[in-house]
């Protein structure tokens, strides 16, 4: 197979994909790069490289082929577009099963425990500077060296799974077998099936394998006379297990012709996820680790035992897969029960639909009664810090484990940071997310938000945050999550009031190029990122002579602020325009939902209060002459300035009633001019309050209040706020 010159990942932020990005870009193929799950540091590591990272799964440039996840079908609809100009689709594993064929290839291969030994033998090569190239499944702590990394050398590095039986299609030069344990039973129906994938894989080896001593592939594997044979120890606990890796690593380095003899592997950084210490002191000790095998788990804990013999070992364990803890199931349970206490998180099923037996009620039940009484299932965090796992009785040490492979990792983490701001949650947000955030995203502390608003009145926030991209949002929100930090989107400020005494939560407002990208196409529509201004979309649809964009002239918001409050002017309104639009949800999933399906109303939309939107696609009415759109736009623009009061306000005050507008009712009670404070009904518009200068958050609302009174007690007609305030309910400041 040649090098492709140019290629688009799809799914490219998993940690079989991501190693390959770095790969290919490091051999001089142009990669360009979507997921619609990314984290940092790994998007802005991949951006440094000169991979291309998309918002959308659409390349910029026509690739030589996709290569898609695993975890992305064959019928999925995004590889439609690619299918009908006849582009070549790889899965990852079957394109380096192909690519890789014309290298010395090491494959290292098993059940479990791949990642730590490529990593570990990439490691010991790289501090000899033997020349290979090597794409390793996982991150290296401290990003000590990169996941995947080309070189100019036969040698290849890699780590082969068996879980999606692409494994069929690599014929390595050397082959490392680290155990043949019974896994993936989607795939395999029993240990067999396990043990012949292997057998045809050692079949395909061109020159050598390394296995351990014990495996029940060494004898079949001795009946060949043409492969070289090398055995490691393999032991029984976890620490041994490193041994055993270390062991396997050094035998495999010597048949590529290495000398690793002078390598000090007690030196080797070690692999994200895999026997992490997050906090230790004194009296309590907090690690994670990527076990989910029950194999794994005896080993883990066997170790952690004989480590400290005399700590309470608390372990908070999370399934991976439905199809994974149904079939062990009672094998978790009794590897799981030497702990002295145990929680659960519920089952992370990828992509795997759910199982009622797969999940994690169905999995305590097999747990002895001790433990089954005891144990707890937990649904969301904040339950979980609040309960006794996260309490520390200072008369017993313990050592408190979190083991899965799911988004476990989160929760650990968050646990962790807890305990290093001793127990203050505010300060323990702010650590949680210190690695997980790009260098460019803004978070600060006691924000002031009055210069934020079109109103200029209000407090500060306990947090501000400006994410540079989705990847930052996301961890914002899940931080917020864990700690129970309220939280609440901020645009322009318009139709938005802040109170005096500020906003206790996370003030999140999407600003920079990211989110103000305004992108044509070819079919009259634009796709928009939800920090856009509304006066600049109106520009540019103007300079492209669509037409229906004319009425967001003058209305100073974002995309984002108006979809959100599905914000209108002059009789039209933003939802006339949306054909889609792409929501990041509670959860932390994106959807895009088309716009006949979302639930709006008057100055409401369901979906923008439950999610953020991220972006939307805006489509025109159809097309003109621009001088006849320019025309528009400025009649509406000089209607605007005429009826509009140019000092600071939030926009119209209250929402128009059936009978009459607000502004007609509040004029009609002699209202205009009316004021408290430096806070005043404009004497252009009766459902405007201006701020004259100095006002106050309290002017304000007592003027509101005031106005409210009156238009009732002349009309019997109650009006309701239509801008809002925030972090509060009107009913409890109006009553």
């Known amino acids: 197979m040649n090098k492709p010159k140019r290629v688009f990942l799809l799914g490219a932020s998993g940690m079989g994909m991501a190693p390959l990005a770095f790969y290919l870009r490091g051999a001089g193929v142009e990669v360009e790069a979507f997921d619609d799950y990314f984290r940092e540091p790994l998007r802005t590591q991949m951006q440094d490289a000169g991979i291309k990272v998309l918002m959308e799964p659409v390349p910029i440039q026509t690739p030589d082929c996709v290569i898609r996840s695993s975890a992305i079908g064959t019928t999925d609809s995004r590889l439609s577009s690619f299918r009908s100009k006849s582009i070549e689709i790889f899965k990852r594993g079957d394109f380096l099963a192909k690519y890789s064929n014309q290298f010395k290839t090491v494959a290292i291969v098993g059940s479990h425990g791949k990642t730590t030994s490529a990593g570990m033998l990439s490691w010991a090569l790289s501090e000899i500077d033997f020349n290979f190239s090597y794409l390793v499944g996982g991150r290296f702590k401290n990003d000590f060296l990169p996941m995947g990394k080309f070189q100019d050398s036969p040698w290849m590095v890699l780590e082969v799974d068996e879980s999606d039986g692409t494994i069929d299609g690599f014929a390595p030069d050397i082959t490392v077998v680290l155990n043949c344990d019974w896994d993936h039973v989607d795939r395999y129906k029993h240990k067999g099936s396990v043990s012949d994938v292997f057998k045809n894989l050692l079949s395909r080896t061109r020159s050598g394998v390394i296995l351990s001593h014990s495996s029940s592939l060494l004898p079949w594997v001795k009946k060949s006379k043409r492969l070289k044979v090398s055995t490691f120890e393999l032991e029984d606990d976890s620490a041994d297990y490193m041994a055993s890796n270390r062991d396997a690593s050094i035998a495999c380095a010597t048949m590529m012709g290495a000398d690793v003899d002078q390598v000090n592997f007690k030196k080797f950084p070690g692999m994200e996820r895999r026997q992490s210490t997050l906090f230790e002191d004194a009296n309590r000790l907090i690690l994670e680790d990527y076990a989910h095998h029950p194999t794994e788990i005896r080993a883990f804990l066997a170790d952690r035992r004989k480590k400290f013999p005399d700590r309470w070992m608390k372990v908070v364990f999370q399934s991976h897969r439905y199809s994974r803890t149904k079939a062990f199931a009672e094998s978790f349970a009794e590897e799981l029960s030497v702990a002295d206490e145990l929680n659960f998180l519920p089952t992370y099923g990828a992509f795997e639909n759910y199982d009622a037996e797969g999940d994690a009620e169905a999995l305590s039940g097999y747990l002895p009664p001790r433990l089954r009484a005891t144990t707890k299932i937990f649904a969301d965090y904040p339950s979980f810090m609040k309960d006794k796992i996260g309490t520390e009785d200072k008369s017993i040490s313990d050592q408190i484990l979190f083991l899965g492979a799911g988004n476990i990792e989160g929760w650990a983490h968050a646990f962790a940071a807890i305990h290093h701001r001793k127990g203050d949650r505010v300060s323990a947000f702010s650590y949680f997310l210190k690695d997980r955030l790009s260098h460019k995203c803004v978070l600060r502390k006691d924000e002031s938000l009055a210069s934020k608003t079109t109103m200029r009145v209000g407090g500060t926030a306990l947090w501000y945050a400006e994410p540079k991209h989705t990847e930052d949002l996301r961890s914002l929100v899940e ?246 305030l925030l972090g509060k309910k009107w009913k409890d400041q109006l009553s």
Request: aromatic share 6%; glycine share 10%.
């Open 479 to 724: 931080a917020s999550n864990y700690y129970s930090i309220p939280r609440v989107m901020l645009g322009r400020g318009s139709n938005l009031i802040i109170p005096d005494e500020g906003y206790d939560g996370l003030v999140l407002r999407l600003r920079g190029e990211f989110w103000k990208e305004i992108s044509p196409r070819s079919d009259d529509s634009f796709i928009v990122g939800a920090g856009a201004r509304l006066n600049d979309i109106c520009k540019l649809a103007c300079q492209q002579e669509l037409v229906g964009f004319e009425f967001l002239e003058g209305i100073p918001g974002t995309l984002g602020g108006a979809l959100r409050m599905n914000a209108g002017a002059m009789g039209w309104e933003i939802y006339d325009l949306v054909e889609w639009v792409s929501f990041l949800l509670p959860d932390g999933s994106i959807r895009e939902i088309p716009g006949n399906q979302l639930n709006i109303g008057y100055r409401f939309c369901q979906e923008a209060k439950d999610g953020i939107a991220l972006r939307a696609k805006l489509k025109a009415e159809g097309r003109s002459d621009h001088k006849a759109i320019r025309s528009a736009i400025e009649e509406l623009a000089q209607k605007r300035r005429s009826s509009q009061p140019r000092e600071a306000s939030a926009g119209c005050i209250f929402k128009n009633p059936e009978e009459k507008s607000a502004g007609w009712l509040i004029e009609n009670c002699g209202m205009k001019g009316e004021r408290v404070g430096s806070a005043v009904v404009s004497s252009v518009h009766a459902n405007f309050i201006v701020n004259e200068g100095g006002a106050t958050a309290e002017d304000v609302i007592s003027l509101m209040q005031k106005v409210r009174r009156r238009v009732n007690d002349e009309t019997k007609i109650t009006l309701e706020p239509e801008v809002g």
